[in-house]
Every structure is written in structure tokens, then in C-alpha cells.
């Protein structure tokens, strides 16, 4: 059932959205300034290498709100300077507010909104307001200035990963009939190498809502090595994608 909320409780069911969130998580608001607490709570679910998706006005937050932010490397930091929604969902709830995750909201202004469960009461809404919520992620455009950030790491690493080590361990040639051994090229894990399947199951359920061939992950899917240039268009390394060549 669809539940009225005063700013107080607006506020702390968004915190309990973060807090549930599985892979999931969504955060809608024009203006940001993150209570320090509810940024350490970002950087719990960063540290588990989950995405979370925050969009926002691009000239209304500020450098040393926008510097806190790039601290959390599986960020999806995206902008639409006409936002006006203010939106907070994880797979399983969704606040609709007034309130901006602002301090000045939360401390000053007076604010409501409603809070919806993808429950079989209030699914077909909660489905609606998902959908509309999408289409604000799908259009809103990526930071430029973090995207700028990772290429600058990236361009330093290649010089790194194309040194090759002084001594190679001698490679067991893999028989034909045996599946050789990739790595997701999200999180790490063992998976079967397949260049047109880079991800783990979990991290592909993840990857699959918004289906960016260019979004940029950690590891190289044939050799598991560090590679923050590493995506679905191109999972290996350039060690290894020269070696594939060959």
C-alpha cells in the first residue's frame, strides 16, 4: 500500500533504500549535498563493488560536492540540468518527494512524499514510476569530468600493462576440448572465456538495465589482470588483445 511521508520519514526511507539496495540503486534529486553519514553509506556499497546511479544538475553542484563523489569508483555520476523529479528507488521500494538529498532540504525546508513496495498491491504503480525513472537515467548525460579522470588513469596504466614482466611463466597450452577459464571483467570471478559474455551472471543483471557497450570496468577478461579500460565492446587488456590477434 502506497504510504504518505513527512520529511523526516522521506529522509529515512531513502537511507534504508541505500541500506537494502542489492544491485540496484537509484538516486534522483537536482540538487546534492550529501550528509556525511549517507556518503559513507555510498562508499560501504562502493567497497562491495555495487553501482549506484545518481543524477543530478550539472550547474548546480558544487566542486567540493562533485570531488566527494568521484571518491566512489562505481559511480554512474549522470546530468540533466532541467531536472526537476526527485526520485530515490532500489529494486524493491521507491520515494517520490519533494525533498532534494540536500542538508538545506532536510534541515530547513518543509517537505512530503510517498513511498511505494513492488508488492502486488502497489506493483503496476511501482512498474510505472520504474519506467519513468529510466527513461530520466537513459537521457541524462555521463560526467564528462570522471570519464576524463578514468581515461587519464587508464593512459598511465597502458604503459604499465604493455611493459612485458622480465620473465613469463611457460604457458600449458589448453586442449580443445577443455573450455578455457576467463574472468568477469566487472568483479573478477572465474567465469568460462567468452568474448561475447564478459560478466558474471550478477554483474551481467547489472550491466544488462542500461546496456552501455562503452561503460568502463576493471579487469581483463582473458588474463583477470587490472584493466579500467576493460568493457563489453572491449574486454581484454591490450596485452592480451594483441595476443588473441596472433
Not at 124 to 146: G, H, P, Q, T, Y
Not at 158 to 176: C, L, M, N, Q, V
Not at 212 to 223: A, L, R, T
Amino acid at each position: 500500500m502506497v504510504e504518505f511521508l513527512n520529511k523526516d520519514a522521506a529522509y529515512s526511507e531513502i537511507v534504508k533504500i541505500v541500506i537494502q539496495a542489492d544491485s540496484m540503486l537509484v538516486l534522483i534529486s537536482p540538487y546534492i549535498k550529501l550528509p556525511a553519514d549517507f556518503l559513507e553509506r555510498l562508499k560501504h556499497r562502493d567497497k562491495q563493488r555495487l553501482q549506484t546511479v545518481i543524477v543530478c544538475r550539472e550547474k548546480d553542484l558544487k566542486p567540493d560536492e562533485r570531488d566527494a563523489l568521484r571518491q566512489l569508483k562505481h559511480l554512474d555520476l549522470r546530468f540533466d540540468d532541467d531536472l526537476h523529479a526527485k526520485c530515490f528507488h532500489n529494486e524493491k521500494s521507491m520515494v517520490i518527494t519533494s525533498l532534494n538529498l540536500h542538508q538545506h532540504s532536510q534541515q530547513n525546508n518543509r517537505e512530503m512524499g510517498i513511498l511505494l513496495r513492488a508488492t502486488s498491491e502497489d506493483l503496476s504503480v511501482f512498474n510505472e514510476a520504474l519506467m519513468e525513472a529510466d527513461f530520466i537515467v537513459s537521457r541524462a548525460k555521463k560526467d564528462s569530468l570522471m570519464k576524463g579522470l578514468v581515461n587519464k588513469i587508464v593512459k598511465e596504466a597502458k604503459a604499465i600493462i604493455d611493459t612485458p614482466p622480465a620473465k613469463e611463466p611457460r604457458k600449458t597450452r589448453t586442449p580443445s576440448r577443455a573450455k578455457p577459464t576467463g574472468y568477469c571483467i566487472r568483479c573478477g570471478k572465474n567465469i568460462a572465456y567468452d568474448l561475447k559474455a564478459p560478466y558474471c551472471p550478477d554483474c551481467y543483471s547489472v550491466w544488462a538495465k542500461y546496456k552501455d557497450p562503452d561503460y568502463e570496468e576493471k579487469f581483463c577478461h582473458m588474463c583477470g589482470t587490472s584493466n579500467k579500460s576493460a568493457a563489453m565492446n572491449k574486454p581484454l587488456c591490450i596485452s592480451c588483445f594483441r595476443k588473441s590477434k596472433r
